[in-house]
């Protein structure tokens, strides 16, 4: 079975802070993908990366950047945390991108709060 | 860019009664995949609908994809305590390269009142 792994269930950071957000997968999963979630919002994309090193930006990435050094670990980094980034943030990978399009697999999520 | 609306925002049901959430695509879709999240849980995938006009089932739940690739729905039948939780759509553009990107509907959140 996937196993995604966030490394913290809950953050409480102070504005101007820079975050790390670290998420591991053990399946060798090519694609990772960042999305926060806020209520009414659904999931969002903020960025995602389809191999080592590759990045891409999502629908929402201002604020944000990404690391992808190793092909099992994918860091979301907020350069300077502001209170309107507070959310839950959630990783996901998935084997690889393709006409069917395999499924997401989620950790568990980061809560967030920015105060 | 591409736009996936889903209704309705919340829902509650009365235990055994039926429950349905529809999800709108601005743009003809690829496929669409749904999730169910458990509350203070994490999305977990449940299905992938591809063809026009595709019907899926999984025990009481109904899966459909409209003829114009454009339009989806989950159908509960008999709803049971442990359906609670949000249903996300996501539906994938047809556009090529790194566009192609799951867009998820804002979910419904359903509770079902025992």
């Known amino acids: 079975d996937v196993k995604v792994t966030q490394s913290s269930r809950y953050l409480v950071k102070r504005t101007g802070e820079k975050v790390f957000l670290e998420c591991v997968q053990d399946m060798d999963h090519e694609n990772m993908f960042w999305y926060r979630q806020d209520p009414g919002l659904g999931l969002r994309l903020i960025y995602f990366s389809y191999d080592v090193k590759m990045k891409e930006k999502g629908d929402i990435p201002e604020g944000y950047s990404v690391s992808r050094e190793k092909k099992e670990r994918f860091s979301l980094i907020l350069e300077s945390a502001s209170t309107n980034q507070t959310s839950m943030y959630l990783c996901?990978?998935?084997?690889?991108?393709?006409?069917?399009?395999?499924?997401?697999?989620f950790g568990n999520g980061t809560r967030l709060t920015v105060t | 860019g591409q736009q996936v609306m889903q209704i309705p925002q919340y829902q509650h049901v009365q235990e055994g009664e039926d429950f349905t959430t529809y999800c709108n695509s601005s743009?003809?879709?690829?496929?669409i995949q749904w999730y169910k999240q458990r509350p203070g849980g994490h999305p977990v995938f449940l299905i992938q609908l591809v063809k026009s006009g595709e019907v899926k089932k999984q025990k009481r739940l109904t899966f459909q994809f409209g003829e114009a690739k454009k339009n989806s729905s989950l159908h509960i039948t008999a709803t049971q305590t442990t359906d609670v939780g949000t249903y996300f759509c996501a539906g994938l553009g047809i556009s090529s390269g790194s566009a192609r990107q799951l867009t998820f509907g804002s979910g419904t959140q359903l509770t079902v009142l025992p």
């Open positions: 996901a990978s998935r084997l690889r991108a393709g006409t069917t399009n395999s499924p997401l697999h």
């Open positions: 743009t003809t879709l690829s496929n």
